[in-house]
């Protein structure tokens, strides 16, 4: 049998088609309320043991920097030692008192050098301990958030291996509805529904009011509604409305009837009958 065209259907096809998918799709946000706020959580701690591993590899190329500093300062303390002995050495040959003035200078220049060079191969060496140690708690850090989001991760699975197939069954069941319903009525259900504080896109009308909002609707508005003309959506809220009968929905009488008063009889005394006689 070929499926009829969602543009083919009529108004009361259209809103209780969508009624139902409205309550496969509440079926499926409950499923979903069941994992709690385990789905966040995990994804917390994905989010952090990134940010943590980020931040070690940080640390990491900030050692690898220091120690190629230390290299490079000590290959220029070697530097400097040698033209120091080569310095000192042509000091036995000068001819005069410039020349000795200028190899002592150089002599006290590298001199100098060398000290720098120490002085920042020590700043190095305690950038690296400190270092190390961010690296060291990063790496705990890292390790203990990996043990909860283990434990997080089965708690997870676990509820989902749970709902997982009867979930399946409500998608699928979810789709074949919104085939049913022509993509125009469709795509302002699911932007009402995104809209919505309780993913509510349709209701039904409640003790005369929205069921979404609760606010009263006009008596004739509520006529409208039953009469399955057209699609009417709430005035305050934005909610396509539905009669509870179309919706499948049995409403209790709200009403109660009121107790009759009974009249109270007042019983006649003896002096009031003798009253009654004198007169």
Not at 52 to 64: C, F, G, P, V, Y
Not at 127 to 141: C, G, P, S, Y
Not at 176 to 195: A, C, G, M, Q, V
Not at 216 to 240: A, N
């Amino acid at each position: 049998m070929a499926r009829k065209d969602p543009t083919d259907l009529s108004v009361e096809e259209k809103l209780k088609t969508l009624f139902q998918l409205q309550t496969t799709l509440s079926s499926i946000d409950e499923k979903k309320a069941l994992r709690g706020e385990l789905p966040l959580e995990v994804q917390d701690l994905e989010d952090e043991i990134a940010g943590l591993s980020t931040r070690s590899e940080k640390i990491q190329n900030d050692i690898a920097e220091f120690k190629n500093a230390i290299t490079v300062r000590k290959g220029e303390i070697a530097n400097a030692q040698a033209s120091v002995e080569r310095y000192k050495n042509q000091l036995n040959e000068v001819k005069n008192n410039r020349e000795y003035d200028t190899l002592s200078k150089e002599i006290e220049y590298q001199t100098l050098e060398i000290e720098l060079c120490n002085k920042k191969i020590t700043e190095a060496t305690t950038k690296i301990a400190e270092r190390e140690e961010d690296l060291k708690k990063a790496q705990e850090l890292i390790s203990d958030r990996m043990q909860d989001l283990e434990g997080k991760r089965e708690e997870l699975d676990e509820i989902m291996q749970e709902t997982k197939e009867e979930e399946e069954r409500l998608k699928d069941k979810a789709k074949d509805y919104e085939l049913k319903i022509e993509p125009r009525l469709l795509n302002s259900f699911k932007r009402i529904r995104k809209n919505a504080r309780n993913g509510l896109g349709i209701v039904y009308v409640q003790r005369d009011a929205c069921g979404g909002c609760f606010n009263k609707i006009p008596p004739q508005r509520q006529l409208d509604i039953k009469m399955h003309k057209k699609v009417i959506v709430c005035e305050y809220c934005g909610r396509i409305l539905i009669d509870p009968e179309l919706a499948g929905v049995k409403l209790t009488a709200a009403k109660e009837e009121k107790p009759k008063r009974k009249r109270a009889i007042r019983k006649t005394t003896k002096k009031d009958d003798t009253a009654k006689t004198e007169e």
